[in-house]
Nanobody, 118 residues
Framework: QVQLVESGGGLVQAGGSLRLSCAASGRTFSSYAMGWFRQAPGKEREFVAAISWSGGSTYYADSVKGRFTISRDNAKNTVYLQMNSLKPEDTAVYYC???????????WGQGTQVTVSS
């Protein structure tokens, strides 16, 4: 069992940066591949980025490639999403979850709102 809590969202101007964190509880966190997903108003939830259990492999949606970086610190039970060059279309609620590349698993956080103003 893993419980996830996201933080770090907020309001930022286009071109700005934010770093999201996903803190996990549970001793088995380091055995899970993890991902970030987002849902914009009126749209379906979509994949953003994923990272292997070791952190050695990462995978990104084309829309964020080159701008976002996913990382993890298993000693701190935390996954991060560094978001640079933010665009208004990045506005969404961002969720972390266990995942198999772009397929989410069973464990989800409550989400954190990211709003990018133009």
């Amino acid at each position: 069992q893993v419980q996830l809590v996201e933080s770090g969202g907020g309001l930022v101007q286009a071109g700005g940066s934010l770093r999201l964190s996903c803190a996990a509880s549970g001793r088995t966190f380091s055995s899970y591949a993890m991902g970030w997903f987002r849902q914009a108003p009126g749209k379906e939830r979509e994949f953003v980025a994923a990272i292997s259990w070791s952190g050695g492999s990462t995978y990104y949606a084309d829309s964020v490639k080159g701008r976002f970086t996913i990382s993890r610190d298993n000693a701190k039970n935390t996954v991060y999403l560094q978001m640079n060059s933010l665009k208004p279309e990045d506005t969404a609620v961002y969720y972390c979850a266990d995942s198999d590349y772009d397929v989410p698993g069973d464990y989800w956080g409550q989400g954190t709102q990211v709003t990018v103003s133009s």
